[in-house]
């Protein structure tokens, strides 16, 4: 079992709908949650962190997280082309390495 | 300007060589890393370092070398002993602290002639 899991899509959404990202993760005791976006041949850019049960709200961006169901969510609102990229999920362990642990991403496709 | 600097944009390798990729930070972030990203893949771990004059091996650090000797720099050499070298590489920087962001800057690709 990978430590982060994500489908790897391509999620395709007509623009305005509302896109939706999952992310499953193994260690039970991770504490810190990241979601970035990552453009064709671009490096990783941060969207949203999230470290408690719950809902985040940024703008068209909501996190979701589930430590029960050691599950995380990013939902895109309005989904526009230019939300068209690579998102990929990443989370922190509470203890051991303090690096991130990277899921292989979920392609997201917005058809205009 | 503050943020990560990477270079070259592209490097090209021969059989055989090592060569070195650079990594610099100006955000007095304490921590560095090193990842790699094969195509239609996630980031894998190759080294990171915690504080200057230390690293630590990541998931994928069979056949590459690095060194800590600034708190700016983290230098990446692929080494010879690397038989699949071609990625994109991307170095990263935190402040090091618990709930600590990652950074990435704005990576390598490496080619093998």
């Known amino acids: 079992q990978k430590e982060v899991e994500q489908n790897s899509g391509p999620l395709s959404v007509p623009e305005g709908a509302i896109a939706s990202l999952n992310c499953t993760y193994s260690?039970?005791?991770?504490?810190?949650f990241f979601w970035y976006r990552q453009y064709s041949g671009k490096s990783p850019e941060l969207i949203m962190s999230?470290?408690?049960?719950g809902d985040k709200e940024d703008g068209r961006f909501t996190a979701q997280l589930n430590k029960a169901s050691q599950y995380v969510s990013l939902l895109i609102r309005d989904s526009q082309p230019s939300d068209s990229a690579t998102y990929l999920c990443a989370v922190k362990r509470r203890t051991g390495r303090r690096a991130l642990t990277f899921g292989s991403g979920t392609r997201l496709q917005v058809q205009p | 300007d503050g943020g990560i600097t990477q270079s070259p944009k592209y490097l090209f390798r021969k059989e055989g060589q090592n060569v070195t990729l650079s990594c610099e930070q100006n955000l007095n972030h304490d921590a560095m890393y090193w990842y790699r990203q094969d195509p239609g893949q996630g980031l894998r771990l190759i080294y990171y370092s915690q504080i200057v004059n230390d690293f630590q091996k990541g998931d994928i650090a069979e056949g590459y070398s690095v060194s800590r000797e600034k708190k700016e720099s983290f230098p990446l050499t692929v080494t010879s002993a690397q038989k699949n070298p071609t990625a994109f590489y991307l170095c990263a920087s935190s402040n090091g602290q618990a709930r600590e962001t990652q950074y990435f800057g704005p990576g390598t690709r490496l080619l093998v002639l």
């Open positions: 260690d039970r005791g991770s504490q810190s």
């Open positions: 999230i470290y408690s049960n």
